[in-house]
């Protein structure tokens, strides 16, 4: 059997879908949350379908899913009126209701959301072919990053419990709310990337809009009903439809105070000049990345492997913190290469729902043609592509390719290819890597393989001036959550970590007066009164 037919194979018919995987109907999504209710929708819909293609008599096709709603202007704009008027100014009961029944609300949320689990978890697979195995880790992750979110808060309002008396003033110092928040995640990390930004947003007393990613909507529907009965009215609304004909009349209103995407900074840059006070706007944005590998003559080349493959292939490359070119010592080229290419051909490759699968179809339509695209660039300006069938396709599915030795005049030497292709860069001087970084327009991460201490240490001095975070002898990642998570340059705007977020979403606000015996009595009966959600010495457990 050739390699295409084995790729061929990998795509069931219907009747071949294992059972506990299977969806029972198509999820037609006829509702949207908007001002506390779900309201109907009759209008045009948008068609989801899988990147997991069934074959047919007529060939392959991909699995239709279910549809959503393709709202328009006016709705987008019915729901930021309900948001506006949830926040009413900081007035609303939302953003003025004390810190414990906000948490309340949310563990409420969480419970709710528990108990779907199961769906969501299977419309992550459907939607946008992960495996199983991580779209249950990215659920549970989730819900491991609200409960973090919420211990946080309790600890930062313990901390804020006490008064700070300075110079004959006497102050308490707390975080309060931004206003409205516009929220839109990504599609390759749909649930968990989006709840990093919109649970810390509405936690700390913001209302939101909530427009989730092109692939990766429906699996936010069985969760709305847990925002509509554990929030107030018009805290949370989702606004669906094409972003380039809803989201530029919000911004145009002025009346977003923050703005939140994970997503390309081409997009986030023209999203922020249309809004008209653009001081008065706060944006938390993840963006692009094209993460370096630097494997030295000093490196563990079997670690480096293992560690390339990872980070470069996990989730088929669609990740924002993964590896997308690797700069590997011409001394060390031919026994990296030969040892990657082993490696990747021993990854299970399949339908997202098979035991221990690594690669499996990808959810954007277009992603293999411009894979194909970078890869026949570089070969037409030199390169090869290493592995036995790399960049092979069929339909929605692209076997990874090895691509070496890339040079400056390449698509995949600065575009982010965002899939299954490995550019390998030769280098002899470690100099050619470090202004490869300076001169790039991204700056998230790096990752350095030697087991050269002076070596080492020679390139963390300049590089993490130049990207955010710089890994010894591992791939690049996101996690642990507790760990700041940002970018320079066109990467990322604000800080997002568990704490971090909880302060991006949140502006520090005191009440001071000065000391003296009136004042002191004052202070002493609000707070003994407990009239005042802000000024309270009450202490979170």
């Given at each position: 059997m050739s390699f295409q037919e084995q790729l061929q194979e990998i795509f069931v018919t219907e009747a071949e879908i294992p059972e506990a995987y299977r969806l029972q109907e198509e999820l037609?999504?006829?509702?949207?949350?908007?001002?506390?209710?779900?309201?109907?929708?009759?209008?045009?819909?948008?068609?989801?379908l899988s990147p997991i293609c069934i074959r047919t008599a007529?060939?392959?096709?991909?699995?239709?899913?279910?549809?959503?709603?393709?709202?328009?202007?006016?709705?987008?704009?019915?729901?930021?009126?309900?948001?506006?008027?949830?926040?009413?100014?900081?007035?609303?009961e939302w953003p003025t209701m004390s810190v414990a029944d906000r948490i309340s609300c949310v563990e409420q949320f969480t419970r709710q959301i528990i108990a779907k689990k199961d769906e969501v978890v299977k419309l992550l697979m459907w939607e946008i072919g992960k495996s199983?195995?991580?779209?249950?880790?990215e659920f549970d992750r989730t819900v491991e990053y609200i409960y973090a979110t919420i211990d946080a808060l309790k600890d930062i309002d313990r901390h804020s419990s006490t008064f700070t008396i300075e110079q004959g003033i006497v102050a308490q110092i707390r975080r309060s709310p931004l206003g409205v928040v516009l929220c839109m995640g990504p599609f390759n990390y749909p649930l968990n990337e989006t709840f990093t930004t919109l649970i810390p947003a509405l936690i700390m007393g913001n209302t939101i809009l909530f427009k989730p990613p092109k692939?990766?909507?429906?699996?936010?529907?069985?969760?709305?009903?847990?925002?509509?009965?554990?929030?107030?009215?018009?805290?949370?609304?989702?606004?669906?439809?094409?972003g380039n004909q809803i989201i530029p009349d919000l911004m145009k209103s002025g009346?977003?105070?923050v703005l939140t995407l994970i997503g390309s900074s081409k997009v986030a840059n023209e999203l922020k000049k249309l809004h008209p006070k653009v001081n008065r706007l706060r944006a938390i944005l993840g963006l692009d990345a094209?993460?370096?590998?630097?494997?030295?003559?000093?490196?563990?080349?079997?670690?480096a492997i293992q560690e390339t493959l990872l980070g470069s292939l996990s989730f088929n490359g669609q990740r924002c913190t993964a590896l997308k070119i690797i700069f590997v010592h011409k001394s060390l080229a031919d026994e990296f290469l030969k040892g990657l290419a082993e490696a990747v051909a021993g990854l299970k490759f399949g339908m997202p729902w098979v035991d221990g699968v690594s690669l499996t179809p990808l959810p954007e339509p277009q992603k293999p043609a411009y894979l194909k695209e970078c890869i026949d660039d570089a070969v037409a300006h030199g390169a090869k592509v290493i592995n036995e069938n790399g960049g092979e396709t069929v339909a929605s599915f692209v076997y990874p390719a090895i691509v070496y030795p890339v040079n400056k005049d390449m698509k995949l030497y600065e575009e982010e290819q965002f899939g299954p292709v490995i550019p390998v860069v030769p280098f002899e001087d470690l100099e050619e890597t470090i202004e490869y970084l300076i001169e790039s327009t991204h700056g998230q991460q790096v990752s350095i393989f030697s087991n050269d201490d002076d070596e080492i240490a020679s390139l963390i001095d300049p590089l993490v001036n130049q990207v955010s975070r710089v890994n010894i002898n591992c791939q690049c990642q996101r996690g642990p959550d507790v760990?700041?998570?940002?970018?320079?340059?066109?990467?990322?705007?604000?800080?997002l970590s568990v704490v971090d977020a909880l302060r991006s979403f949140s502006i520090r606000s005191l009440?001071?007066?000065?000391?003296?015996?009136?004042?002191?009595?004052?202070?002493n009966e609000i707070v003994n009164s407990n009239s005042s959600n802000f000024l309270s010495t009450k202490y979170l457990f």
């Open positions: 037609n999504q006829k509702t949207y949350l908007s001002n506390g209710e779900m309201c109907n929708w009759t209008g045009d819909v948008h068609t989801v007529t060939g392959l096709e991909r699995k239709v899913i279910g549809t959503y709603p393709l709202c328009g202007p006016e709705e987008a704009m019915a729901s930021l009126d309900a948001a506006v008027a949830a926040y009413n100014n900081g007035r609303g199983h195995g991580d779209s249950v880790k692939h990766g909507t429906l699996l936010h529907y069985p969760l709305l009903e847990a925002f509509r009965t554990c929030f107030p009215k018009g805290v949370v609304n989702t606004i669906y439809g094409r009346q977003i105070n094209k993460n370096a590998a630097i494997i030295t003559q000093h490196a563990d080349v079997k670690l760990f700041p998570f940002t970018g320079r340059k066109d990467s990322a705007e604000g800080t009440v001071a007066t000065k000391l003296n015996d009136k004042n002191k009595q004052l202070i």
